[in-house]
């Protein structure tokens, strides 16, 4: 069974930046995939960025690229994402999930791939 913890998140002005943590365990941290999702109130959860278990392919929301980065450090188990220019629209619940992958290049952007998940993680951006 997989367990990822999270942390990071809280409150920043508009144009703030944040970062979010997010550790694994439980398998070989480079057999996991890993994304990081949000779901605003009244929303459905939507895609962020993800990330091989190689860290070598990454994939972004177009409402995010250019200001968000995700990133791992395997050797920590933990996976980041770094949100600069936040803006109000991306306050949400954010969470980061996981789901084994046989080769470390492969990434997913959809959340019906993703099998676990971090207990998510408050960011809120005010104006």
């Known amino acids: 069974q997989v367990q990822l913890v999270q942390s990071g998140g809280g409150l920043v002005q508009a144009g703030g930046s944040l970062r979010l943590s997010c550790a694994a365990s439980?398998?070989?941290?480079?057999?996991?995939?890993m994304g990081w999702f949000r779901q605003a109130p009244g929303k459905e959860r939507e895609f962020v960025a993800a990330i091989s278990g190689s860290g070598g392919n990454t994939a972004y929301a177009d409402s995010v690229k250019g200001r968000f980065t995700i990133s791992r450090d395997n050797a920590k188990n933990t996976v980041y994402l770094q949100m600069n220019s936040l803006k109000p629209e991306d306050t949400a619940v954010y969470y980061c999930a996981a789901y084994e992958i046989y080769y470390t290049s492969s990434y997913s952007v959809s959340i019906k791939t993703y099998d676990y998940w971090g207990q998510g993680t408050q960011v809120t951006v005010s104006s």
């Open positions: 439980g398998r070989t941290f480079s057999s996991l995939a």
